[in-house]
């Protein structure tokens, strides 16, 4: 059960990782052209607003899973890196921990930004909460990655 909700998380948190980057990289864009022709010209081309709900979604869906598993992390994991003498590797979960509170208390002004239409006041405030998003869920995926590859499934 518990291998396969991490694996489950793991699953959400790649499709997070990909809807957050593409409307990163797309509201970053100024003005492309439909019929860009270079890969990373289309890949910023699509519509960033398609993205916010997915995205809200998927963040909650992460974060629900993550406290779930988390006990185990707590009682399993945790202890067994300590006992490696591995503090950094705690302490960059610490910090995974802190930037998912802060992603989630981030996430309604984030989503009332995206609401359609798009208001142009707001256009630096998207711009600057999908990056911060960004920034959190690709920090705390590759922390993720990493406390899994030391420890390994619980």
Not at 32 to 60: C, G, H, K, Q, W
Request: glycine share 6%; hydrophobic share 55%.
């Amino acid at each position: 059960m518990f291998t396969a909700l991490l694996l489950f998380h793991g699953l959400v948190s790649v499709a997070l990782l990909g809807a957050i980057t593409h409307q990163a990289f797309a509201v970053a864009a100024k003005h492309v052209e439909t019929r860009a022709t270079s890969f990373m010209a289309r890949f910023r081309s699509t519509d960033p607003a398609a993205y916010s709900t997915a995205i809200v979604v998927l963040f909650a869906v992460v974060i629900l899973t993550g406290a779930v598993l988390y006990p185990s992390y707590r009682q399993v994991v945790r202890p067994a890196l300590q006992t490696l003498d591995l503090r950094a590797a705690n302490g960059v979960f610490e910090i995974k921990e802190h930037l998912s509170a802060i992603g989630l208390i981030l996430l309604p002004a984030y989503w009332a930004s995206w609401r359609q239409p798009l208001a142009p006041e707001y256009s630096a405030v998207r711009v600057g909460l999908t990056w911060i998003l960004a920034s959190m869920v690709w920090w705390n995926f590759i922390v993720g990655q990493l406390l899994v590859t030391i420890k390994g499934p619980v």
